[in-house]
């Protein structure tokens, strides 16, 4: 087993959350990406694109919004304190969703050119705790091929409740964080007027792959007034992975849903395959747009 709190991980993040359930009771893992920006802050790393093989939740409530940032923060501020850094930002949080059957949950996190396949696997031991693998592979080239080299995280860690882990890696002269927790589910918290539901084909086994992809480009305006913002969009391909339907499912600001909808239409993916059988697919994708970058 890898060291916990030295290695470093791009989830998407997502990036992002897990939400599961075993027998009577629902669990959340909470995960944030952050990025030390050091020199590099203005490198061009303000629009952060995730895909999932998986559903997705999306928390609307605003308290529960105001929770997050005020989490985020603090999260920032212990990193900065510990790993000595001097900037770090926040790139995306998300909850990917498990029906306890699928032992392995896959989603890509897009940061500037740099595609990052993710695979989480996780386990509810007996004892208590949950068994939890991760694994970050190379980043892909503009081809859509990865790059030599060992995997840039493969750490399998048994995680107690209610107790924060931070992993990382680095990568393209950047360093990723990613905290990670995990609690039970709180009985209001994921009511349905608290968030809505991105769905993705519930057994799609992994998530498309993109051969050509259009980054989002930031509307000027706004980045020049720093209003940021998150778009869900549900993607829609075919067998041949065209992207035939793209649907906003929400959307932060008008400006940010036209640039991010306008650019995944344009994306052409690996053809996902069920037993050697080309098929069309419906997945969520989060584009995340950083105004501090």
């Known amino acids: 087993m890898k060291k916990k709190t030295c290695l470093f991980c791009l989830l998407y993040l997502v990036i992002s959350s897990i939400v599961f359930s075993s027998g009577m009771e629902d669990y959340v893992i909470k995960s944030r990406l952050f990025k030390s920006t050091g020199e590099n802050i203005h490198e061009g790393s303000d629009v952060v694109v995730s895909l999932?093989?998986?559903?997705?939740?999306?928390?609307?409530?605003?308290?529960?919004?105001?929770?997050?940032?005020?989490?985020?923060?603090?999260?920032?501020?212990?990193?900065?304190?510990?790993?000595?850094?001097?900037?770090?930002?926040?790139?995306?949080?998300?909850?990917?969703?498990?029906?306890?059957?699928?032992?392995?949950?896959?989603?890509?996190?897009?940061?500037?050119?740099?595609?990052?396949?993710?695979?989480?696997?996780?386990?509810?031991?007996?004892?208590?705790?949950?068994?939890?693998?991760?694994q970050v592979s190379r980043p892909k080239d503009l081809s859509g091929h990865p790059t030599s080299g060992r995997d840039l995280l493969d750490t399998e860690m048994v995680m107690r409740m209610d107790t924060p882990y931070v992993l990382g890696f680095p990568s393209n002269g950047n360093k990723y964080f990613v905290a990670i927790s995990i609690v039970k589910k709180e009985t209001g918290t994921f009511q349905k007027e608290n968030y809505f539901q991105a769905d993705s084909d519930k057994d799609m086994p992994l998530t498309p792959t993109p051969l050509k992809k259009t980054i989002p480009a930031y509307p000027p305006q706004l980045k020049k007034d720093k209003i940021g913002g998150k778009v869900i969009l549900q993607v829609t391909i075919d067998k041949q992975g065209n992207v035939t339907q793209v649907i906003t499912l929400h959307s932060d600001h008008p400006d940010l849903n036209r640039a991010a909808k306008g650019a995944l239409g344009q994306w052409k993916f690996e053809p996902i395959k069920k037993k050697n059988n080309p098929v069309s697919a419906t997945f969520p994708v989060i584009v995340e747009f950083k105004p501090n970058f």
């Open 52 to 134: 999932f093989s998986v559903s997705v939740l999306v928390p609307l409530h605003p308290n529960y919004v105001q929770l997050e940032k005020i989490d985020i923060h603090r999260l920032k501020t212990d990193l900065q304190k510990i790993y000595k850094i001097d900037e770090i930002e926040h790139l995306s949080s998300g909850l990917m969703i498990w029906d306890g059957s699928n032992n392995r949950l896959d989603g890509i996190i897009i940061v500037k050119e740099s595609s990052y396949p993710l695979s989480f696997s996780p386990t509810i031991l007996k004892e208590g705790g949950v068994n939890l693998r991760i």
